[in-house]
Structures are given as C-alpha cells and as structure tokens.
DNA sequence: CACACTATAACGATGCGTGAGAGTGG
DNA sequence: TCCACTCTCACGCATCGTTATAGTGT
C-alpha cells in the first residue's frame, strides 16, 4: 500500500499551522523537520506534521530551536521510552523555572513602568498651563 | 573650570553600569550616546552616565534601542517639555499593554507547561519498574 | 620586559522577513 | 498566455558575544 495520503505541500502546511513557507523551510535547515520530495518540491508527511507539532509548542514555552531539535532527537532514539521522558521532564523543570523568573521579572517591570507613567501624567496635568517649567533637564 | 571631573574611561563605566564594552561601543554606533575622544580612546562624560541609564531602564521596559533613540532625540530636540513629555507617555501606556499582554501569555504558558509536566512525570512514576511501554510513539 | 587596558575589524548566533529571479502545472 | 505556487540563493534586522590583532601607558 502506498504513503497514507497525508503528503501534503508546503503552502498547505502553513495554512494548518499558521506559519510561513520560510519558516518550514529554515526549521529543515535545522534539521527538525525534513519532509520528503516530490522533484524539487517538499511534501510533508504525518511525521513532519507531528513534529512541527512539538515545535510550535515548544516554541511557545521558550526552548530555542536548538533545545527543541535535541528533545525530538530523544524522541528518534527512543531507546528506552523512560530516558527520553525523564530527560524531557528535566529539560521542561528548568524551563519553568525560567520562565517563572522572567514572568516575575515582567511583572516587576510592569509595576515599575505604571508607577513612572503616573508620576510623568501628573506632572504633565499639573505643567498644562502652569507657569515655567522647572529643571527637570538633568536628564540628557 | 575644567570638564566636572565625570571623563570616565570605558572599563570604570562598565563596572558601574554592569556591561560589557562591546555593549557601549554597540551603544555608541547606534548613536545613542556619544563619549569624547582622548586620542582613540572613549571617555564618557556625566551626559553619556544619564542617557545610558535611560537606555538600560528602556530595555528592562522591552523597548527596542530604535524607540530608545527616538526617546533620547526627543530629549534632546526638548523644544517644549510638554510634547516631549506627551510623546514618552504615549510610548509607555503602549509598551506597557505590550507588556501585559507577554505576561499573560507567559502565564498561560506557564500553567500548561505544568500540566504537561505532571502529566509527564505522573506517567515516569507508574512506568518505572511497570511492565512494557504501551503505545506512546505515534509522536516522532 | 611585562601586564592591564584599550582600539578596530569582522565573523557568529538566533529566528526568521523580504525580495530577486526562475521554474512548473493547470 | 497568464496565474498561482514553488524553488533557491542571499542579504537584512536586532543585540550583542567572541575572537584576532594591535597599540598605549605604567
């Protein structure tokens, strides 16, 4: 019996996952995906459409392609299933964490941006039609 | 009177700022801050202290160096305080929805990241001395 | 002489965007 | 003939890190 009819073409493929033709084509030049071909054309199987999967997914959690191409090359080796998820589960511990800091670092900033805008509007609020304006050029 | 004793060579401004030179010479091709010459090399004036520590709290903020650039310019240009002013507010209730929004999809992220990771680890547990692996690769 | 500090130049990494120019199928 | 889709270069952007190589002052 012949491929599963799931070959399918580059534009096709972008529609389903909402990406470019340049991104499919760089994450092949990476090696995470490698869709067959149809002369010079790629085809996208099951498999690829799988994997591209994970990278988005990933992608959205913050690992970088590299970690990304790492963790699916656990999957290929697939030697033991318990490696591969433990490896993972450790890789995806440390990109909590990570995240994590980066959510609290945003958050701080965020207090800290709000805080500064309402200082520059008041002063904006109390400068609108008042007399000279101070010094407040130590700045540059 | 001489320059108010602020020349500071490139080495004493990354210690204090916590950069690296490459940085302030990236910095200074960007145009961002301008230290004086003495022969080749830099000497950063009390200006150059002020602007760059604008500069780094834009980046905690996510700004790019492009909108810090044009931050700075309308420092400079300052014809009237209150445009100035308007326009920095401006950028800052933008970037900051910007930033609200990063948050909340961090957020997200981090709860299904979570998720996953339980699952996974859920799965670790009850496979770890279980009997053989059941059908979990129709991933890769 | 050595050692610390500085300088320029230029390539590398990340994750693609954005053409240019050409081919192929309907 | 034309249109839509695809292909392969190949440069550009942002933000520096990282050598390599050389000069200068103490």
Redesign the pocket.
């Known amino acids: 019996m012949p491929v599963p009819q799931s070959l399918t073409?580059?534009?096709?493929m972008?529609a389903e996952f909402g990406?470019?033709?340049?991104?499919?084509?760089?994450?092949e030049a990476?090696e995470l995906i490698a869709?067959v071909r149809d002369?010079?054309?790629?085809l996208y199987t099951r498999r690829c459409r799988a994997r591209l999967k994970l990278i988005l997914q990933g992608?959205r959690f913050g690992?970088?392609?590299?970690e990304i191409r790492q963790l699916l090359d656990l999957y290929d080796i697939g030697d033991q299933q318990v490696t591969q998820m433990t490896r993972t589960c450790e890789l995806a511990r440390e990109r909590l964490r990570a995240m994590e800091g980066q959510r609290d670092e945003l958050t701080a900033a965020i207090a800290e941006l709000k805080e500064r805008l309402a200082e520059g509007e008041r002063l904006l609020a109390e400068r609108r039609g008042a007399a000279a304006p101070a010094t407040v050029r130590e700045l540059t």
Chains 1, 2 share one sequence.
């Open positions: 073409p580059i534009g096709t972008c990406v470019t033709p340049r991104t499919l084509r760089f994450y990476k869709p002369g010079q054309r790629r992608r690992f970088s392609l590299e």
